[in-house]
């Protein structure tokens, strides 16, 4: 293996060659014990060093009185003791050279200031010292390959080590990632690593997703997230998962207000605009599963060799009802239930009877369950070979199909040979669920998913990825052009809010189309300023200390005479002094007046979490109504920006609605990436950012008004990521 | 009980005091001696009669050659024949004046138009001799409450008869039913009736339906459903349900395209737009339903004593984790997490330890589960004297808590007085999902419902059952105030698309505001008119040959003199007649010019099932690429219409978006009304009805142009329901 500095230093947590279990002890109910019982009981393969004070012997194995008298290397201690011990404990392994560490204790972040204090204290200390630590305040870990069971948790110690593996699976819920441990296990899937992080004091979420993207066992990535603590690492890693073609399942909670108030009070992190998350994920192809299903699900049905093809999706079943539920299921989560070429048809037609179905879903009857299995052999046999079907379901097979079976074996066989996705999704029922047979299916790459909305939703979700990989693949490794025209520096007056046309030169330094203007400190100026850009013209009080222009009645349209500009500015100047005697008025903007067009909102803001976001949003007031807004993370490539309009609803007014021609979308990227180049460049400053409206047109694009809000202070800004 | 002609006709069939089965065998694989045996396993009370042509006794029952040859009355007759015996077997039954029979065979209306036929004359020489049958092609029927097993299906025969029941199911699809009969009885709901309608030659989906609502014993009814063949019935019933608080519970799938047309080739019968399916059960409280499971689910929360009395729900969690994913999926439901009031928090944060977190979720911690069992109790005994928390939730209780636990007694007592809705929501994990206190929980009124998305789903599901029986109980029975001014028959030319000026005098009769207008045959004539009604005017073609008079460029906006007026009638005229030459040119229609105003679309149409529907949508172009419109049912009543708008994302901008001020939502509601009885009075004439735009102001509302298509021919008009 190919590690580099960084995941390989948690190879001595993973892959210990040697464990003491600090705090262990004799007596059944102590953690201590049960903790040295499940490295017994697990088999763990390497040396298993009980510590104690007294003890000669315990369990059979032979006991230390402390780490230093132990006589070999020592590359992880599990710390079965509370809270108060923890530091001298870490003092210990300094000395000993110990290299990584399990703290289960509770008492740190989790209870307050003083508990954060302690905490940042021994993390600083461990890592002074070269010791990598998961914990404190969390279950421990698994590892089913080398049987280290290094928690103390019940459940899991319960649960056999088999089934099938190449699922990680990191959690910042020690509770939640006990119940997913064991849901898998009884569902046919064993964890190959298991992580609780506690309040990841030294490891985090993060290093554990990283050191599974370099672990050749690890097919699949799958955690429990309230909040990332290094959004920039999970970027990097998203992007090195993809190139790998290993898929990052993530089930992010928080999605609601309540959720995620309860999840920043639980994990003390921030957890940021779920919004935000959802965008993110979405961007840099991470997979949000709504819940633990969904992992085991997506494992069972994962295969690098056979990723989907697209997204249309061929059901075969013997009950029509059954057939046309999976086909509603399977088009509500956007996949596609294709009629079938009439080739096809008529080949699957020739080996059923007439009253069979051969539109798609498939209907074989009854009969082909019970006197006729050659019926599902014919329907594969015909769809295998057909272009235009990328995935199959069955929603059952024939009962009397055992081990054994030549028709079964040819039917595998066949499978076998496609490159198509090819499952089995039974009914959830008991005796039903997985037939005798699924641990042939399922070495012959048929996968097989017991359940009502977890087999197709995993099917979805497969087939967005496998678009994603193939994106990702092709995308093409150009450099970003550089957008930036000028330093905006000066433009950018700490804690201050800049008016319209201050913003508007911030977004000419970017070459962001904007209109023609200039401020006029009196009427005369502004005449001679209607008259350079020609009537009609639009004119508007220009003040950062009254960004509500309308609410101000200081915006005066369509001015087309001097006399109307002259009028203009006078009720303008009065207006807005009348609003805020105490406004600081740098005079009155006059504008070209743009003709209609198509509007849009394009935003951004410095997220506490991922940095700088960009926003877009198409139709005036609309957007606020329907609330089809969308969002990326800065840097945006052109893909980016292109799947950013893709995803607004209100696209279908960008096309061209009702018969209208179609607007200049290239026009829309543009401002997208400049805006990006412009937040990126400028993230320590700019803390929000919009443009609306963007006006555009079948060619051309210009921006009607914008608003810019700088930081308050440069020390204040945190810094993103690490 | 108090039955009527029409359901009570259906006892001889669920409840028959005796039973022959015609075609039973000795031969243990024939259907009819699994069907016979099926009796006498399922302990049928009452007398069980095997016809058979030689045999003297079967399976210890005396065996009569003939159905004449029994000596006394039959109730019901299974037949286990095929569909060539099935006329014989009928006419026998005439004989000997049998009430009702149970049909399995295939072969019928499924395979064509040979099989309809044949089909249609047996149930229509059943009709004349007041046999009430179920089938052909089904399943059979079941009825757990005096052991009448009327299937052969071997599936449910190895189901025992117990569990909860007051779960009755009638289901279009064999296959799916008898599916949906096992899971239920797996997880503790035993149906009481369970019936499967196949090709309905006589008794619908529909008739079962109003048995079970006449049925004291049935308190939940549910099914599954392809497409209904009585949806008048179907309506009425709807409200009797409602009035008797029975939730009816639908599968109804086809929801997708592809969906639907396999429903419709998998029932032969029409399965209508599942849009208008989906209004059709919103309106009329019917509860859809988007797999089996929820049928389960619901039944098991539903307590007719304890319905929600809002949407505010508390979780109470061990694991923080898992109560921040229920809270995001209570959320995404419609749930409200409410925060708690301050008196709450300080009661449950008396009798908890300072690192549990008392927000709703309220994290006992993993000490409640384990060492502090008391936690539960402390948060109930709060909560159920919240009068703001509806309803509550645990997702875990005390490992230690055993039936005799006096905390636990104390437990189910505080939540048996409550009123609110109390459920135990476990992980489904084997082991996990039913602990041993199940029973005694159900028993004190505490739903205990395993899964992920399953009990919330049904929570939510049931929160919306209950504000509807709320609303159907508060409703008005004022009478329907008559909105026709004057008769449209001889308006409505059969197979003609009236022209805007014809549709909008259609809109007139029934008092719909529509714009001042005129057809001017001439120039000067239009000139006339514009002064008449004063400028500034609009000035379009009148033809029913050019609907599309933007495209035909044959409107002019905006007409401010006469020799504007002049001239645009000229050109409208010129354009008309260039883009259809052959087209009627009724003239030009001079209408007064609307001011700008919020801009709703009200439709109607004839649904193929359903008949007359009414349909809104709110702002112009974005209706169509939001697509976001919504339908009622006709007739509508006065809460249906505003239940319309409200069911709309666009009622934003109705209510005034961005500080405007809102429109006149009663002036909507109005039309709404009359259109509604536009199109009931007019159902055999009318098939479709557009108006739009109609223009809402901030008092008053206007048509400004509508299109309106008469029906082909009355003798054509499918007659709906029965």
Not at 14 to 19: A, E, G, S
Not at 27 to 38: E, P
Not at 363 to 379: G, R, S
Request: glycine share 8%; charged share 25%.
């Amino acid at each position: 293996m190919n590690y580099e500095v960084g995941y390989e230093s948690l190879n001595p947590l993973l892959k210990p060659r040697t464990i003491a279990v600090l705090g262990a002890s004799e007596s059944r109910h102590k953690i201590g014990n049960m903790q040295l019982q499940a490295l017994i009981d697990g088999k763990f393969q390497g040396e298993i060093i009980p510590i104690h004070p007294t003890a000669k012997e315990i369990s059979g194995l032979t006991s230390y009185p402390s780490l230093e008298d132990v006589p070999m290397e020592i590359d992880l201690v599990i710390f079965c003791v509370n809270y108060s011990q923890i530091k001298n404990g870490l003092v210990a392994c300094a000395k000993k050279n110990v290299k990584s560490a399990i703290i289960f204790a509770s008492g740190f972040s989790e209870t307050g200031e003083a508990g954060e204090k302690l905490q940042r204290e021994l993390g600083d200390y461990a890592k002074q010292h070269g010791i990598r630590l998961v914990g404190p305040n969390c279950v421990g870990l698994v590892n089913t390959s080398n049987g280290l069971i290094g928690t103390f948790s019940p459940a899991i110690l319960n649960v056999p080590m088999n089934g099938k593996k190449g699922v990680g699976y990191v959690s910042q819920s020690g509770a939640f990632g006990v119940l997913t441990y064991m849901a898998a296990a009884q569902q046919g899937v064993m964890f190959n690593y298991f992580i609780s992080t506690g309040n990841e004091m030294d490891a985090t979420f993060e290093d554990f997703v990283e050191y599974m993207i370099h672990d050749d066992d690890t097919k699949v990535i799958s955690g429990y997230l309230e909040g990332t603590k290094k959004p920039e690492k999970l970027k990097l890693l998203a992007q090195q998962a993809l190139t790998k073609k290993k898929p990052i399942l993530v089930m992010k909670t928080g999605r609601s207000d309540a959720g995620s108030r309860a999840a920043a009070s639980h994990t003390g992190s921030l957890a940021g605009s779920d919004k935000i998350y959802d965008a993110f994920f979405r961007q840099y192809g991470i997979i949000r599963v709504d819940d633990y299903e969904e992992i085991i699900s997506f494992a069972k049905l994962f295969n690098p060799e056979k990723l989907p093809t697209g997204k249309n999706t061929v059901i075969i079943t013997s009950s029509g009802g059954r057939g046309i539920n999976e086909a509603d299921r399977c088009e509500g989560l956007g996949l596609n239930i294709a009629e079938l070429s009439e080739e096809t048809k008529a080949e699957i037609r020739k080996g059923l009877p007439e009253y069979a179905s051969v539109n798609n879903p498939i209907d074989l009857t009854a009969a082909a369950m019970v006197t006729n299995p050659e019926y599902y052999l014919v329907a594969l046999k015909a769809l295998v070979n057909d272009p235009k079907v990328d995935n199959i379901i069955f929603t059952d097979l024939p009962y009397a199909w055992n081990n054994g079976s030549p028709m079964l074996d040819e039917f595998v066989a066949v499978a076998k040979a496609s490159k198509k996705v090819i499952g089995l999704f039974p009914f959830p029922l008991e005796g039903m669920a997985y037939p005798p047979v699924t641990p042939l299916l399922e070495e012959h790459n048929i996968a097989v998913i017991s359940g009502t909305l977890n087999p197709v939703r995993a099917l979805a979700k497969l087939v967005a990825y496998s678009e994603h990989v193939r994106d990702h693949t092709q995308k093409e490794l150009t450099d970003t052009p550089v957008y930036k025209l000028a330093d905006v520096e000066q433009l950018l007056k700490p804690g201050s809010v800049l008016s319209e046309c201050e913003a508007s030169d911030v977004l000419d330094c970017y070459g962001i189309p904007t209109t023609k203007r200039a401020v006029a400190k009196d009427a005369e100026k502004a005449v001679q300023i209607a008259i350079s850009i020609g009537f009609p013209v639009v004119m508007k009080i220009d003040s950062s200390d009254i960004p509500h222009k309308t609410e101000a009645d200081a915006i005066r349209l369509n001015i087309v005479s001097e006399e109307e500009a002259r009028n203009a500015f006078e009720e303008v100047m009065r207006n807005a002094r009348a609003y805020n005697p105490t406004a600081v008025l740098n005079g009155v903007s006059v504008q070209e007046m743009l003709p209609s067009g198509v509007e849009v909102i394009i935003g951004a803001h410095n997220d506490d979490t991922f940095g700088p976001v960009v926003m877009a949003g198409v139709g005036g007031t609309f957007v606020e109504v329907f609330k089809d807004i969308a969002f990326k993370v800065v840097p945006l490539s052109r893909k980016d920006a292109e799947d950013l309009l893709e995803e607004l609803q209100g696209k279908a007014i960008l096309n061209g609605a009702r018969g209208k021609a179609p607007v200049d979308k290239e026009a829309i990227i543009d401002v997208l990436l400049k805006v990006s180049s412009l937040m990126e460049d400028n993230k320590q400053s700019i803390k929000e950012l919009d443009i609306n409206p963007l006006i555009v047109y079948e060619k051309g694009i210009k921006a009607a008004d914008a608003m810019l809000v700088v930081q308050e202070n440069v020390s204040e800004i945190q810094v993103i990521g690490g």
